[in-house]
Structure formats: C-alpha cells, structure tokens
C-alpha cells in the first residue's frame, strides 16, 4: 500500500488591537519600553474592590475584524472567566469568552499550494484580555546570573481578538500565506498594527498528521495534534511547522504514537520542545464573569461599522486587473497594504498611464523608501506629482533617463516644477523646445543629408534615422527618442 503523511494545520492568532487604553481599565496600551509594573492600575492588577469597565472600542474593532473575515456577528455575547493558576495572571483567570464569541462562522482565501484559491475557515473571533510577561533570568540581561523570574503586568489587560482558524491549511507554506492575509486584513481595517516582531500578531499552531492511504484517500490513522507556541516571525511559524511535520511523521513511520502536546519553537535550535502535556492543563473552570454586563451590538452599530470597512484587500487586487489591466502578479504587489495602493492609485490619478505608474512604484518608489528607510505614507514625493511626471514619459515629453532624474530630485525633497528646472527639463520637458533646438542645429550642420532627404532620395529613411541618431547623440541620451523623432519630422516637412 502507498501510504501517504498529510499535515493538518489550524491556527489561532491573537491580534492586539490598536485601542489607546486597555480593555478594562484606563491604563495605557502603549507600554513597550516602560518601566516593568509602571503602567498598571487597581483594575488590571485585579485588585480586590475593583470593577472592569468594558472599553467599547474594543468592541468596535472586534467587530469590525468579524465582519472583515465574513463572519457572523453575535448581538448579544458575554465575557467568560478562564481560571487558570499561572504568575501571568494577578488575578487567576483571564476575562475572556467562551461559548458565545464576538463573531463566528467566517472565511478567507489564501493562495493553496496547487496554486489556486483556496478557502481557510474561521472558526470564531473573541475578544479577551492580554496576560502579563514572565521575565526569566536566562532571557533578561538585567537578571544576568539570577535564579529566578519576574512578572511585568504593563501588558496585562491590553484587548486581544483571538482569531481562529479550521484545521484547513495542508502545509506550512499555506500557514504562512495564512497568517501574511489575516496581517494584511488587520493592517487594511486599521484594529491592529499586526506587527510580529513587538508582540502585536503571535500566532499558535495545531498540528497533527492524518496516515492515509495514497490510493483512496482513506485515513488509517490520525495522530494525535500538538499545539506549537513562540514561532515570532512569518518564517518561524514556516520553520516551526516543517520541524514538527518531520518530527510527527518519523514517530508515525517507527510505529510510535503521539501526545496531545503544547511545544515551545526554539528559533536558535530550529527545534520544539514539550511543554506541558495538554489533558493537564486544559480544566479552565469557565464561568461568565459576574462583573460584566452582556455585550449588546446592536443593528445600527453593526451598519455603521460595516459602512467604515475599506476596499478589502482581494477586491481590490481583482479591480487592479480589470481596470487598469495589471497582471496579477502586479496587483497583488500593489494591493499589498492600503497605502501603497492608495500611493499608486494617486499617481494614476496624476495623469500616468497604469502600466508605467505600476512600474515607477514597483522599482524607482521602493528603491527611494528602502534606501530613506521610509514607509510609503511618509513618501516625500506626493503621489499625483509623480503622476505628472510618468504621464511627460508616456507623452513622449522626457526620457525616462531624465525621469529618473527629475525623481531623485523630487525625492530629494524639491517640487516636480523645481526639480524639472534643475534638470534642465523645464515642464515642457527637455522635449519640445529643447529637442527643436537640438534638431535645428544638427539639420543646420549637416545640409548634404538634408537636401538628399528632401529630394526624395532617403528612400528607406536610413539618412532620417542618421540624423536622428545626431539628435540623440546632442541631447546626450536625455531626448525621448519617439518624440525626437516627431519633432525631426516636422521641421523637415517645414523645408519641403
Ligand atoms: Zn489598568
């Protein structure tokens, strides 16, 4: 028999949302850096007297994540106490929900590994409240040769939504191609930053392998999954993922059997590790929280929230295509954050053509925010300028040497007209004028050709392009070609 590993991937990520203040207190979100314990009050301390407020902004943004992953949004939903003994927790549970989520029942498309679209489930979208940090000695220069942890609680209470995803993804790559949409999604609807590396998006992973048969498909035997935690970073989780299916699948082949494990990805090993084994920590006691009214959202509040949902990312990549007839290969580069869309949406807007704008950000824009180290809304080239720019090379006005030039000028913080100026490419262009100029005098110095032209001897035009090359051979290169050509024509029909 053919006997064939198939992976089986779910993920859960936990996406902090872009709230000013925490989720029930009114401590500040923005905690990275400070002081450890500085950015705590009574209430996210759990302290005995206190009450949770619910910040109604995290709903909002709950929300709109549900609807952004096509879900469907409960009206009414409560918060469930999740009671578990760890340092993390000053009050020893997490406020969090349980059988009635925020948002359940959604789906993306991500791109599968046959190439084609492929629909990831969601399982649920919940909001909760964010642990504190452990701070062991091994890992914390400050508690250098120190035996023991601390506990920092700045983070506790920041808002989470707690996405998760069906067992639908069949390879670590689709995980990746998973977890970079779900980043694209938070990113365009503004909940979250999505940023990996500060703790914003972590992503825990649910792996098992199904021992099928390679003929029928069948499913001889299905592993038991184990849950892989700290991957911080894209590659990470894609790492994380191929180790664990080489693990999983060598103790399937020697006949062994797994675990329901949680494992801990060691970046520097390239390994995981057992943590815990699952049965004994998953009795979490949940109860709904006495302090907290139900969440209501109302018809009205959904509406709104659904009004305020940008173009989303695959819509827009699919009107790339057909409006301004992008490959798809450049509308999903495009697409790839709101802004850099929205920057070369503006330079078509400018007057560029889309084929030429499309490559104008693809390599002169990113080339300008790489080397400044700028993201694109802070761009020091307004977009419809460089618009204007492109559409004087689509017209033929300026070379896209010249261009390139004007750009580095624009990117240097000058104006399109300033910069065109010190180019020596006034708005008309180094066109126009200047090619005329250039072109009188190369006919000036060369009347022998000329007079052989005019007198219908340049039969297969190899003495127009001779003069020509002259012309471009004055303008140093700098001269659009096609329209040196024109302008060369129409001054000799002028003698004709
Ligand atoms: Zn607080």
């Given at each position: 028999?053919?006997v064939?590993y198939v992976?089986v991937?779910?993920?859960e990520?936990?996406v902090?949302l ?7 207190c ?5 905690y ?10 009574p ?6 007297g206190?009450?949770p ?22 009206s ?12 993390d ?5 997490q ?6 989520p925020?948002?359940e ?5 991500i791109?599968g590994?046959?190439?084609?679209q492929?629909k990831?489930r ?9 642990a504190?940090k452990l701070?062991?000695s ?21 808002p ?11 390879s ?10 779900i980043?694209?999604i ?6 979250s930053?999505?940023d990996m590396?500060?703790g914003?998006l ?7 392998i199904?021992?099928?048969?390679g ?14 935690k ?10 994380a993922?191929?180790?664990e299916?080489r ?5 399937l082949?020697?006949?062994g ?12 090993d ?7 084994s699952?049965?004994?920590a998953?009795?979490y ?6 302090d ?12 709104e929230?659904?009004f ?14 057909v409006?301004?007839?992008l ?6 580069f ?7 869309a ?5 330079c078509?807007?400018?007057g560029?053509s889309?084929?030429?704008a499309?490559?104008?950000v693809?390599?002169e ?12 809304g802070e761009?020091p080239?307004?977009?419809s ?7 004087m090379?689509d ?8 261009a390139?030039?004007?750009f580095?000028?624009m990117?240097?913080g ?10 020596g490419?006034?708005?008309?262009g180094?066109s ?18 000329v007079?052989?032209?005019l ?19 004055e303008?140093r290169?700098q ?16 003698r004709?």
């Open positions: 028999m053919n064939v992976p991937i779910g993920l990520i936990h902090q872009s709230t000013a203040t925490k989720i029930f009114s401590c500040s979100t923005d990275i850096g400070a002081e450890p314990n500085s950015n705590v009050c209430v996210c301390l759990g302290l005995p206190t009450l407020v619910l910040n109604k902004k995290a709903v909002e943004l709950g929300v709109k994540g549900g609807l952004a992953l096509s879900c469907q949004i409960r009414h939903t409560v918060f469930h106490r999740k009671n578990y003994f760890y340092p927790l000053p009050k020893a549970y406020i969090s929900q349980y059988d009635l925020l948002a029942g959604g789906q993306i498309f791109t590994d046959d190439g084609k492929k990831i969601i399982t649920r979208l919940h909001l909760e409240e964010d504190g701070v062991h091994a890992s914390d220069g400050r508690l250098e040769g120190a035996a023991f942890s601390c506990v920092d609680y700045n983070r506790g209470g920041v989470l939504a707690e996405i998760v995803s069906e067992p639908d993804m069949a670590p790559r689709e995980a990746r191609d998973y977890v970079a949409r980043r694209q938070v990113r365009y609807i503004g909940i930053d999505g590396e500060n914003s972590r992503v825990d992973a649910n792996i098992s199904q021992k099928t048969d003929e029928t498909g069948e499913i001889l035997y299905w592993g038991e999954r184990s849950e892989i700290n991957m911080n970073s894209m590659r990470a989780v894609e790492r993922l191929e180790y299916i693990r999983q699948e060598a103790v082949r020697q006949g059997t797994l675990d329901r494990e949680t494992r801990h990805w060691n970046d520097s390239g390994i995981t590790a057992s943590m815990r699952k049965e004994a998953n009795d006691r949940y109860f709904p929280d006495p907290l009214p139900p969440i209501e959202v109302t018809g009205s509040m959904l509406q929230i659904q305020s949902l940008p173009e989303m990312p695959w819509a827009r990549e699919e009107r790339f295509t409006q301004y007839g490959s798809r290969e450049d509308a999903v495009l697409a790839e954050s709101a802004a850099l929205d920057f070369f949406e503006g078509v807007g400018g560029a889309p084929l030429r499309s490559n104008w693809r390599t824009v990113l080339r300008v925010m790489n080397e400044q180290g700028l993201p694109v761009f080239v307004a977009p300028s460089l618009g204007e720019l492109v559409a090379v017209r033929g006005k300026l070379s896209t040497t010249v390139r030039e004007v580095g000028l990117a240097g000058k104006t399109l007209a300033d910069s065109l100026t010190a180019a490419a006034s708005s008309g180094l126009e004028e200047a090619v005329a100029q250039m072109a009188q005098k190369v006919l000036q110095a060369n009347p022998d050709v007079d052989e032209i007198s219908g001897r340049d039969t297969k035009g190899k003495k127009t392009k001779f003069l020509l090359g002259l012309v471009m051979k303008s290169g001269a659009a070609a096609d329209a040196a050509a024109r302008i060369l024509e129409k001054l000799l029909n002028d004709r």
